[in-house]
């Protein structure tokens, strides 16, 4: 999903174009509605990934502003669903079992997780898929199983991929899903199916967006990595301020108008940014160079020694760190509580974030609820 690199851009300013065209107003249409609301409010669900590469500090006062706890990731090995190369998971379990109120879902693929395609291409491949994520649920304790194929017909990942994926991954959705419903009626436990997709609209045509909507549970619609390579722009702005920007407000109406019901979508935030090499004085939107990734613990040590330095894009209701050296986006505290009061006016389901462990402050969680 997130670690390393991300696939390359391949919208260009008429994406974006078509998307104002459709969609209207790039910027909020009712911006201090949005200003004064609180995140969280009741019925805005809050999600958090957690990553196994990680030795993840997990903090027990967190524990009431999270709904749901994402591990991963389990990976295809020799052709079937794997968790053995899992390093960490002994804590993410004693902290759940401390706070059963956090609904823990199991997370498989990411990005450069090679396998989907070929396991959701035949019937036996996706009964092999189904039989492997139940067994791991039913071991482990989960309550949720969470698709992160990135991405059905697209190689851009350096994983196989096929023209017939766009079906075969609702059949494996779908077997996933009658899988899942007959554990239900066994023990009366309710699973939850959740899918993880790009927030960019190019990868639309790849998808039966009606009909994945209609039977998955939850969409993690991942609203960061949208900056441009070689840009210093915004990489997770809730509103464009640019034409050539994508922003998760663009994303979220793309798909709600393709067919999946904004009841289900979960908008993302990070706990990362970019930093770009640049001396000009406003470099938001120009050229730049050198993209380096960054968590928001390293970035709010930047602010913290030049607070100057943090600048705060209204138009996008995105931050970013400029000192005339380096151009850094990311999501601060008043972008995700942003976010968050996006999610309850639009009826979303809610707001999910990108990687737990990647914010050291606790400021960031905080602001989700």
């Known amino acids: 999903m997130l670690i390393g690199n991300h696939p390359p851009r391949y919208r260009a300013v008429l994406l974006a174009v078509v998307l104002l065209t459709l969609f209207g107003s790039a910027g909020p249409a009712e911006g201090p509605g949005i200003l004064g609301a609180r995140a969280g409010s009741a019925g805005t669900l809050t999600a958090v990934y957690i990553y196994d590469g990680h030795q993840t500090v997990y903090r027990d006062e967190d524990a009431a502003k999270i709904d749901q706890m994402f591990y991963s990731f389990a990976l295809f090995r020799k052709g079937r669903v794997s968790v053995s190369h899992w390093k960490n998971f002994k804590s993410f379990q004693a902290y759940i079992q401390k706070h059963p ?9 990411g990005w450069g997780a090679d396998g989907f395609s070929q396991a959701a291409a035949t019937e036996k491949g996706r009964a092999a ?3 492997d994520v139940l067994r791991l649920m ?30 075969n991954y ?23 199916l959740c899918i993880a997709i790009s927030g960019e609209p190019y990868l639309i045509p790849n998808l039966e967006v009606g009909r994945i909507g209609a039977i998955v549970d939850q969409v993690n619609l991942m609203t960061y990595n949208l900056n441009q390579s070689d840009t210093a722009s915004h990489h ?65 040590e930047l602010i913290r020694k030049k607070p100057d330095a943090e600048k705060y894009d209204f138009a996008a209701q995105a931050p970013y760190f400029s000192d005339g050296k380096v151009f850094i986006t990311y999501d601060d505290a008043r972008s995700i509580t942003q976010k968050g009061a996006y999610a309850r006016e639009r009826g979303l389901m809610g707001l999910f974030v990108w990687e737990y462990g990647e914010d050291a402050t606790g400021v960031l969680v905080d602001a989700m609820r």
């Not at 992160?148 to 017909?153: L, N, S, T």
């Not at 991929?161 to 766009?166: A, I, Q, R």
């Not at 793309?254 to 000009?280: D, E, H, Q």
């Open 138 to 167: 039913q071991e482990h304790g989960f309550k949720g199983v969470d698709i992160d194929w990135e991405y059905p017909g697209s190689s851009a990942a350096g994983i196989k991929s096929s023209p017939e994926d766009k079906q």
């Open 170 to 192: 609702t059949l494996l959705l779908q077997a996933l899903r009658s899988g899942l419903d007959a554990l239900t009626a066994a023990d009366a436990m309710p699973r939850r």
């Open 236 to 300: 997770t702005a809730l509103y464009s301020s640019d034409p050539s920007a994508l922003s998760a407000d663009g994303c979220v109406r793309a798909y709600v108008s393709a067919g999946i019901p904004a009841g289900k979508i979960m908008i993302g935030a990070a706990f990362f940014g970019y930093r770009w090499n640049t001396k000009l004085p406003d470099p938001l939107y120009q050229p730049a160079r050198k993209m380096v990734r960054l968590t928001y613990s390293d970035i709010a």
């Open 129 to 131: 898929f189904v039989d």
């Open 101 to 109: 109120g956090i609904t823990p879902i199991l997370s498989i693929g």
